[in-house]
């Protein structure tokens, strides 16, 4: 376990200094979410209106977790570049454990989905952004937003096992995050939405994590809301982990 730990740290440090080597990853991973709390706070917010909350309190939370989600799509490129030319067919040949190849790929992405976080939280103090909930609450929204980040990214690995290059991981995890994302309740308000469209983001995985963050900063989180974000996480990881797993074991 202790060797199996130090190898997975391994990894993870080398995929930290390939993304910090790669000014593409890191400004992606930093100025698309800016763009997005740009957008929604001075050009669409105006004309979004939600009941008792000012909009961009409402709107950050959201921000928050579409940032992780997209980071998935890191995991998925980067694994996907590591098979198509043959590293992992290298790792293979190394006395290493098996499991660091991945854990380090989503420890990596896990780290820097938390630094995208801390500076989209810096970013909205600067746009209005205040959180009403407790110190205590607020830190348990951070918690959650990991949580997340760590079972979605799992997703993504296996994306990233079976495409056949970055580009075909790309392609097969956007559709993913535009139903999840785009269909959520990450930047307007569920009761605008039509009847079919609020049944599915009452369970769907981004807007179970958005209500718990949102009434977590706003200090109006239910104790149900927390516990069905966290199942997700860890149903996500639970489902996904495994399978990921089984394809990077028999992938050739």
Do not use: C, H
């Amino acid at each position: 376990m202790r060797e199996a730990l130090s190898d997975a740290i391994t990894m993870t440090w080398r995929n930290l200094k390939g993304m910090s080597r790669n000014p593409q990853v890191v400004l992606f991973s930093t100025f698309q979410p800016v763009i997005f709390v740009l957008t929604f706070r001075y050009v669409f917010g105006g004309s979004i209106r939600v009941p008792g909350i000012d909009y961009v309190n409402f709107l950050m939370p959201g921000v928050f977790v579409q940032s992780v989600a997209f980071g998935g799509m890191n995991t998925a490129a980067g694994l996907a570049v590591d098979m198509s030319t043959g590293m992992i067919e290298r790792f293979r040949s190394l006395p290493m454990a098996r499991s660091a190849v991945l854990a380090g790929r989503v420890l990596a992405d896990l780290t820097r989905n938390l630094g995208v976080v801390l500076l989209m939280v810096g970013v909205g103090f600067l746009v209005g952004f205040r959180i009403e909930g407790s110190p205590i609450e607020f830190l348990l929204a951070l918690g959650i937003i990991v949580a997340f980040a760590f079972g979605i990214s799992f997703v993504f690995a296996l994306i990233g096992l079976v495409a056949s290059n970055a580009e075909a991981a790309q392609a097969l995890g956007f559709p993913i995050l535009a139903l999840m994302v785009f269909a959520s309740t990450a930047f307007v308000p569920l009761e605008g939405m039509p009847g079919w469209l609020q049944a599915y983001n009452k369970v769907q995985p981004v807007s179970v994590t958005v209500a718990a963050v949102r009434g977590l900063t706003l200090g109006s989180a239910t104790t149900g809301q927390v516990l069905f974000a966290l199942a997700w996480a860890v149903g996500l990881a639970a489902v996904f982990g495994p399978l990921a797993v089984r394809v990077y074991r028999r992938a050739k």
